[in-house]
DNA sequence: TCTGCCCCATGACAGCTGTCATTACGCAGT
DNA sequence: ACTGCGTAATGACAGCTGTCATGGGGCAGA
């Protein structure tokens, strides 16, 4: 019998999941949280087989939570099962020790075999995704760039980004004009989109 | 026994709910499609009770979608469930003749109740989105702010809108910044968010 | 040590942005 | 007929944006 932990903000989809999952006759879903937060605790508790986290949640996301588990109770294997096929996400996602990344447009019985392959030791990637990470290369935005972008992606003008960031307001436009570039964009706004779009962010 | 259609572009989702739903005696799952514009031709011929919509999806929105079912197939009811709770959605989704409206955050064992009730003739609607779109009131956009501000979200400037909207930049600013005011904000970038949230656009 | 990279900052430039006043047309409702 | 509204356009203004050149400091790797 696999047991298991499902993290996903919205209650509707995570009741959905756990229907869909107790159906297996080997699997057996034995704790469910609502955000990033709860995820350790639950594992410590619960000790499941597999963890499946989505990444869009409250507070912790699911890729913070996912390099909490793996670090203290490695016995737990990851699957992050996300709405947004980004390639940044799935890159962040294997660093930070998931056995596997899952996007919710996979039929859904795929999602019962990806769990018993990562509960087995395996490893279970979307195989778009993993030909679009080695395409895309690594995350080329700075620190900075990527603070800046942020704020950006909020619609703040730059010397209100300037005041968050306590920068001078030409500097601050000078790491979006850097982050334009590196993106291949005309402007903020799409700078940060694309970004957004990359998991540069 | 009430029979169902779901629509949902996450196949993971759609699966799930289906399972959760198929563990309810007096529920059945007759279809499942992916897009908006497969509702109307599945709902023709399986004739559901009760369709279940998501509002985000490819090609045809679930609003639309709910608007052909309920005038063209009225015995088949519309339920809305959404990720976003957006005030203007609930408005739309009432004015297209949907039943009920449920966001995804809601426990998944409400999901069944809210289905008898639209399956039973009664509605069913988020009380906190209620009140929110009391006090929001009706949308105060124009037709061509709505057009320029949706133009000015993909990141935009006003040269290029004014390009795809075949009208004089001036023209294009001017636009927008009337949505601004509306809005309440001080950019076209906060106003598009603002617009998006509020479903104003 | 030197090179490279990131960081911070300033100044200058052309172009874009948000606002306002003003004009004008068509189309409702009174 | 008159009013109000949406639409479209122009011109002007201050302020913001994106870019570039240039300067400086710190910190790693060769």
Redesign the pocket.
């Known amino acids: 019998m696999i047991t298991l932990l499902l993290a996903d903000d919205q209650a509707l989809v995570r009741g959905a999941m756990a229907a869909l999952l107790g159906l297996e006759e080997d699997l057996e879903v034995v704790a469910e949280v609502g955000s990033g937060d709860e995820v350790l605790e639950a594992v410590r508790r619960t000790r499941p087989d597999v963890a499946v986290l989505d990444v869009e949640m409250p507070g912790l996301d699911g890729i913070s939570a996912a390099a909490q588990v793996t670090r203290e109770l490695p016995g737990t294997r990851v699957l992050i099962v996300t709405t947004f096929g980004r390639p940044g996400y799935l890159r962040r996602a294997l660093e930070a020790g998931a056995s596997g990344f899952v996007v919710k447009d996979t039929p859904s019985h795929e999602l019962a075999a990806a769990v018993r392959t990562v509960a087995g030791g395996g490893r279970v990637v979307d195989p778009s995704l993993a030909t679009e990470v080695v395409i895309g290369g690594p995350n080329?935005l700075?620190?900075?760039?990527r603070q800046v972008l942020g704020e950006?992606l909020e619609g703040?003008?730059?010397?209100a980004i300037?005041a968050r960031?306590?920068?001078?307001?030409?500097?601050?436009?000078?790491?979006?004009?850097?982050a334009?570039?590196k993106t291949g964009t005309?402007?903020?706004?799409e700078?940060a989109r694309r970004a957004q779009d990359l998991g540069w962010l």
Request: aromatic share 0%; hydrophobic share 30%; glycine share 6%.
């Open positions: 080329p700075t620190d900075r760039e950006a703040h003008s730059a010397p300037a960031v306590h920068l001078s307001p030409g500097t601050v436009r000078n790491h979006l004009s850097s334009i570039g005309s402007n903020r706004v700078a």
